[in-house]
């Protein structure tokens, strides 16, 4: 088990190393890994501002991951978790989990009621559905071929106290 | 039953037009009209660049109704109708069917296979909603909550040939 990670928020300095851990991502394809950081970017440019809230898990004094989340617009009280990574010479040794508790933690603190992903139902995306079952979310919709034919879009919901 | 209208782009001049007639749709929050001119700024601004497609429905030289639509980011075909409206005069008088199946035309055109619509299961949005099944869509999911409390997300998809 490694020490604990310190969650800090996203710094310029860290784009390249979140850039090469999500290119190491065999399940993340490039144009999926270009939108994780163009949202990383506008939170650079702007920070909450931007709609986006991204922080980094440190592990050791190296960046092992990031969660990217923010309030989804036009609702009251819903906010998006749009993106998690982590390296994956890290995986399965909490980084993930810790991440997600911190940006739970977050979203309820700012009123959140309910906190959303949205995921692929790809066979190589069945860890990281594994993943967000365990901590607490529940599947609510499929949209049928919505990513690509044979690619559903699954949604997945967890309420917030 | 009016002349058929003629559906072109937005244009800058339009903009005014566009407000003032979302505004006065009973409908529309004040808050979902600021998005809705969002979409229609980025337009205005980038073009098709901004992600955003933007035709005006004109009936006698006067812009009666818009809509707005583009490819769903990280899709392979996949587009959104994210906005439409008709002013509230010219309602029930076809030029809503009009400018979907434009927008539709359009879509398929450029390789679309699947529309997507997302809107409230609000009471308010009833007319809409049938608006949209009688138009070829059907509901695939509900999202509980998901714009407030009691207020679900509806997803609308219509396959596309």
Same mark, same amino acid.
């Given at each position: =088990? ?87 010479? =890290? ?71």
């Amino acid at each position: =088990m490694p020490s604990k990670p310190e969650i800090r928020p996203l710094e310029r300095d860290d784009r390249p190393v979140i850039e090469s851990m999500l290119r190491q991502i065999p399940e993340f394809l490039p144009f999926e890994v270009d939108v994780a950081l163009e949202l990383c970017d506008a939170y650079l440019d702007s920070g909450d501002g931007s709609g986006y809230h991204v922080f980094v898990a440190e592990v050791a004094g190296q960046v092992e991951g990031y969660i990217c989340y923010g309030p989804t617009p036009v609702t009251d009280g819903t906010w998006d978790v749009y993106w998690m990574a982590v390296a994956p010479e =890290m995986q399965s040794k909490g980084v993930g989990g810790q991440l997600m508790a911190f940006a739970i933690g977050k979203i309820e603190e700012a009123g959140g009621r309910l906190a959303v992903i949205e995921t692929s139902s790809k066979p190589e995306y069945e860890r990281i559905l594994r993943f967000h079952i365990s901590h607490g979310f529940d599947v609510v919709c499929r949209v049928p071929d919505f990513y690509a034919v044979g690619d559903d879009k699954l949604i997945l919901v967890r309420r917030l106290t």
